[in-house]
């Protein structure tokens, strides 16, 4: 796997991937999401960890083209994998996952003093719904607004809501951690929640490289 494609460490595109690495990036690429998100394997980060593999999401607005990538999106995020072999002790294993997830937010929601604990609570709920194992999960809810005056005035408030989170996973699949990501944006962008273990078929898309 070559760093062009999503994927990289500090060896060489010739290199062999760690097994636990391998599988983890097969496992992502392989995976289906939900019809409402669009998937695309971007550049990772190079040194945070020898091993990474990044991801980025959206939720365009119902009825946007599937090949339109200049529309607007309820929600956009990214989703980064990151791998040790030697392992880190704030990981308790070898591999952490890094989500980010933005999202437009009703400017009087933003008020909500309950807003940062429901926000947390739907990334626990999505990795749990989709019976994800983790471990050492942490992470930020974040609003923001801004309203305008004077001149600006006829401009209307806006706010927006951000996640950061990070989690170390127990199993070397991660099917089930993509998809409770992808949840995440879903609830993010008001996307009402499918019900687990039902397919949604209709739309599906392999993650593109």
């Not at 500090?10 to 391998?22: H, K, L, N, T, Y």
């Not at 009825?63 to 607007?72: C, I």
């Not at 030697?86 to 980010?100: I, K, M, N, Q």
């Amino acid at each position: 796997m070559s760093v062009p494609n999503g994927a990289g460490g500090v060896g060489g595109p010739s290199d062999p991937e760690p097994p636990a690495f391998a599988l983890a990036v097969a496992s992502l690429r392989g995976a289906r999401p939900r019809p409402e998100v669009r998937l695309s394997e971007v550049r990772p980060p190079q040194r945070l960890a020898p091993y990474a593999i990044a991801i980025s999401g959206s939720v365009p607005l119902p009825g946007s083209l599937a090949d339109d990538e200049d529309g607007d999106d309820l929600a956009t995020g990214r989703l980064v994998v990151l791998h040790d072999p030697d392992g880190h002790e704030s990981w308790h294993g070898c591999t952490r996952l890094v989500a980010y997830v933005r999202a437009d937010l009703d400017p009087d929601m933003a008020g909500d003093p309950m807003l940062g604990s429901v926000g947390w609570s739907w990334l626990l709920e999505a990795l749990a719904g989709h019976g994800a194992k983790v471990t050492a999960a942490g992470g930020t809810v974040t609003r923001a607004s801004s309203e305008s005056f004077g001149a600006l005035s006829e401009q209307r408030a806006t706010a927006e809501l951000e996640i950061r989170a990070s989690w170390s996973p127990l199993e070397d699949d991660l099917t089930a951690h993509l998809a409770g990501w992808c949840d995440l944006l879903c609830y993010a962008a008001g996307v009402p929640p499918v019900t687990p273990g039902v397919a949604s078929l209709a739309g599906a898309r392999v993650l593109r490289p």
